[in-house]
């Protein structure tokens, strides 16, 4: 072996052995656990909470389906289909809300003078940074029944009655997208900041319409913005747990919910496990799908 | 005929919805706070500004207990986690790309990408059977689970920086016969220390802030700040918990202010 190779062995060895603290923490408290998930997934529910050490698919099996008490047969669960579609349904809507209006306001930072544009931004990461509780605990006042919005509406006399939102999905979508639009804004942001806006006057010189230059130059160029975006608010979305517990109460339940529920008073830990399974399964799908675009966009416009 | 031209700044709409944006943004926090400092009790009266809310909070056992576990856990988890983030990030930075690098990069990430649900219920299995196998039940568990996931918030600044850093002063170090650790603790350091006081910031803001691991993660009696609000929320609401988001929403806004003269970048 030459210095060099040996050189570059022990750089090799350094690298793994700076990174094992690390690597030691996650692998205890992060990915370790999710293999345990993945082997509850397929144990029989114990009695009272917990396994009972038997291989099983009805963890599996009762994600959709539900066994009939008297006779046995599967039946489709609907109950829990109501759970699914209403987190895709609501995952979805907010990833376009949040779209919708986080594009706007992410082209009017981007376009700032320097100096305006430093405490624009400092402005949308401030709530993205606070406390995700004191963020949903905010919207709850603005939308319960002796909150904001009715306290408001009552006064100017529009109303007699207050509105309910509360515990709706309403309410629901209302905190997500009030939640997560950060999220959106900044990858956006940050794909339009580097983009030269003088494309745009050579389009708009060519006599394109202001909506043929947003569609035929500012959309394929910030494209990879957002689906970064998309990604960022549709995945905390969909594993969703504090904003539909707090505003959506007990009967609006998303996935995260449904999960807790099989370690509390469902009782049904394989259950809980599989449908972790899925929710991690589908999340990894939706990150991949970025990845493979990321990396594409990339090559196109390097 | 006026001449055409193109304001990328004055697209027709799109301020208005931004500014909107903001106001949406802002106005349910500056609500909170506002009713903070409300002398009464409810939202349809203003009976004058008052700290009476915030003294009621502090008076209450379960609101202070909380709030100084809440400080040790943080506190915990940010110092561990940055530490071990500054040694894996001078490990994966700066030299040629080896086997493994991306297992790295993956391992170090995958707190940002699992939901937090998953991991959750992954570690109440986990710990709920060390706990029975030890009989510990101390904040151990939950210091170890905020480090996990303080980690890549951690990792991330202080390797943007160290992949900043110009190479030559501490090649003019070794040049002049300092050993790798001298270079290390005299040049290499006092470099990177904005990155990693950067990191260690975010990290603690992320474990003060987390609610979903902790709930699932704690043993009885071991209330966080946002756990203790989180069953606050199942009961009627009082203004107390407006105070106690006021002081958590002034603690994160003071870091986050550090944070960015951290990291700014000097013109």
Known sequence: MNGEEKARARSVRNAWALSAPALVILGIAASGPLLIILIYSFLSPGQYGNVSWAFSLEGWIGILYSKDIFDGTLQLADAHLTIFWRSVKLSLLTTLITFAVGFPTAWFIATRPPKARALWLFLITIPFWTNLLVRTFAINEV???????????????????????????????????????????????????????????????????????????????????????????????????????????????????????????????????????????????????????????????? | MAERSFEPSRIPGFAAVAVLAFICLYLPIFTLVVYAFNGGSSMAVWEGVSFHWFEKAWANEAVKSATLRSLQIASSAALIATTVATLAALGTTRRTAFRGQTFIYVMINQPLMVPEIVTAVALLILFGVVKQWTGYQGLGYLILAHTAFCIPFAYLPIRARLEGMDLTLETAAADLYADPWRTFRHVTLPLLAPGILAGAMLAFVISLDDVVITEFVKSGGQDTLPTFMLGQLRRAITPEINAVSTVLLGLTVMLLTAFFLLTRKKD
């Open chain 1, 143 to 302: 939308v319960r029944n002796e909150g904001l919005v009715n306290t408001v509406l009552i006064k100017l006399g529009l109303i007699a009655t207050p509105l309910r939102m509360i515990n709706t999905d309403f309410a629901v979508l209302v905190g997500m997208t009030y939640v997560y639009l950060p999220l959106m804004v900044l990858p956006l942001f940050a794909t339009i900041d580097r983009f030269d806006m003088k494309l745009l006057e050579a389009g708009y010189d060519l006599y394109a319409t202001r909506l043929q230059v947003l569609r035929r130059v500012i959309l394929p160029i910030v494209k990879p913005g957002i689906v970064a975006g998309s990604i960022l608010v549709f995945v905390p979305s969909l594993g969703a747990y504090v904003t539909p517990r707090v505003l959506g109460g007990g009967k609006n339940m998303m996935i995260g919910n449904f999960i807790e529920l099989q370690f509390g008073q469902g009782r049904n830990w394989p259950l809980g496990a599989a449908l972790s399974m899925t929710l991690l399964i589908v999340v990894m799908a939706a990150l991949l799908i970025y990845v493979r675009t990321a990396n594409r966009g990339g090559a196109g416009h390097g």
